[in-house]
Structures are given as structure tokens and as C-alpha cells.
């Protein structure tokens, strides 16, 4: 039985980056390295599954990236949080801990 294949599902020294691999599936790279990359991938089965997860990496447009909008109820609540510490000072309270220990011997 051999076992060896699944220790060697992993990135080697010799694998070209994801960024590589990226620019390869969107054909951004000169016909040489096309050719050393295609070579890797007919030897490698790390890179070869690879290829086809980069497939679904979109790369972000511009003005894509800007947060979701928070729910108005909750962007209430935080900014009347936040406005009423940053102008009124929450007056510290002092500590009232009693300690109800009582100590029964029977
Ligand atoms: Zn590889």
C-alpha cells in the first residue's frame, strides 16, 4: 500500500505562486512561461487543482470594495452609543460589593 501521494499534495518549492497561476488562467503571461507553467501542471496535482479554484477569483473592480451598509436601526444605536459617551461623561460608579459570607458551624 502506498501512502506517499497524499503527503505530496502540497506546494513545492519548484510551484509557481497563486499569483502566477492566476495570471496563467487569465492568459496574462508571456508564451514562455504559458509553456514552463503548463509543463508544472502536467506534473503537479497541487497546482493543476489549483487552477481550477483560481478560475472562480474575480479580481475586485474599482469602487467595488466599499463596505455593505449597516442596517439604519443599528447605525442609530451606535452612533447614539458613541455620541453620548464622547459628550457625557459616564459618571463611575463605586463599587458596592458586599460579601454576604457567613460562616455556619453545626
Ligand atoms: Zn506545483
Redesign the pocket.
Same mark, same amino acid.
Given at each position: 500500500m502506498k501512502t506517499s501521494s497524499v503527503d505530496s499534495f502540497t506546494?513545492?518549492i /519548484? &510551484?509557481?505562486s497563486s499569483n502566477l497561476l492566476l495570471s496563467f488562467h487569465l492568459q496574462g503571461l508571456s508564451p514562455e512561461i504559458m509553456t514552463l507553467v503548463r509543463h508544472?501542471?502536467a /506534473? &503537479?496535482?497541487?497546482?493543476?487543482a489549483?487552477v481550477p479554484l483560481l478560475a472562480h477569483y474575480q479580481r475586485p473592480l474599482k469602487g467595488e470594495c466599499k463596505p455593505p451598509d449597516i442596517p439604519i436601526n443599528l447605525r442609530i444605536l451606535a452612533e447614539s452609543l458613541l455620541g453620548k459617551s464622547a459628550v457625557r461623561k459616564v459618571p463611575k460608579r463605586k463599587k458596592s460589593v458586599k460579601f454576604g459570607l457567613s460562616i455556619t458551624g453545626s
Open positions: 506546494k513545492t /519548484a &510551484c509557481p508544472h501542471l /506534473a &503537479c496535482d497541487f497546482c493543476c489549483e
